[in-house]
């Protein structure tokens, strides 16, 4: 059965890099035509999709966080991450890692979820 | 890109039928048929209850049905039950520049 885990610290300072890494289980990053995705959700704004990866390492990213974003997969770790740079309150939210009911989908139907980690940033 | 607009809140009674509207744009919801719907739990993960427009996952009751006209969807619950009291979520797929859009939630109590 596939699982999500996300992980990383849950408080982060203002101007500084939010890194967190969701770790697959129950099936194989570089064997599924799947894109993996990024999606995080706080009070003001709703959910929001922050982007989605390919096993070889295509990256599709929300424009209005593109310039901050960074999405990576380690396949031989079956994970992969998100780096938000230049963080402000206004990222603090829980994120999930999700993967999408139809394979080779960027946005589609999530039908896998992580629990979702909850980000804080503050000094 | 803005994001689709759902009702705040919904109500009915056991056993009865609710409809939430999401309604969006010729950009996202009336141009592509990969309308979502997702039920939201306090404190849990979001669950998806439709997909491309009217596509239950496995799993999911099908008294959860779900529609799409012009640039409106909606998802319809039917004999609702206590625990179908949640948060539900639509979303659409948006093309190959912006690629997706939620919207803002409704509140579905159960009375």
């Known amino acids: 059965q596939l699982q999500l885990q996300e992980s990383g610290p849950g408080l982060v300072k203002p101007s500084e890099t939010l890194s967190l890494t969701c770790t697959v289980s129950g099936a194989s990053i570089s064997r599924n035509t799947y894109y993996w995705a990024w999606i995080r959700q706080s009070p003001g704004k709703g959910l929001e999709w922050i982007g989605s990866?390919?096993?070889?390492?295509?990256?599709y990213y929300n424009p209005s966080l593109r310039s901050r974003v960074t999405i990576s997969v380690d396949t031989s770790k079956n994970q992969f991450s998100l780096r938000l740079s230049s963080v402000t309150v206004a990222d603090t939210a829980v994120y999930y890692c999700?993967?999408?009911?139809?394979?080779?989908?960027?946005?589609?139907?999530?039908?896998?979820w992580g629990q979702g980690t909850t980000v804080t940033v503050s000094s | 890109q803005s994001a689709l607009t759902q009702p705040a809140s919904v109500s009915g009674s056991p056993g009865q039928s609710i409809s939430i509207s999401c309604t969006g744009s010729s950009r996202d919801i009336g141009a592509y048929n990969y309308v979502s719907w997702y039920q939201q739990h306090p404190g849990k993960a979001p669950k998806l209850m439709i997909f491309?427009?009217?596509n239950r996952p496995s799993g999911v009751s099908d008294r959860f049905s779900g529609s799409k006209s012009g640039n409106t969807a909606s998802l319809t619950i039917s004999g609702l039950q206590a625990d179908d009291e949640a948060d539900y979520y639509c979303s659409s797929y948006t093309g190959t520049m912006t690629f997706g859009v939620f919207g803002g939630g409704t509140k579905l109590t159960v009375l």
């Open positions: 990866i390919y096993y070889s390492g295509s990256a």
């Open positions: 491309a427009v009217s």
């Open positions: 999700a993967r999408p009911a139809v394979p080779a989908a960027i946005f589609h139907g999530m039908d896998v």
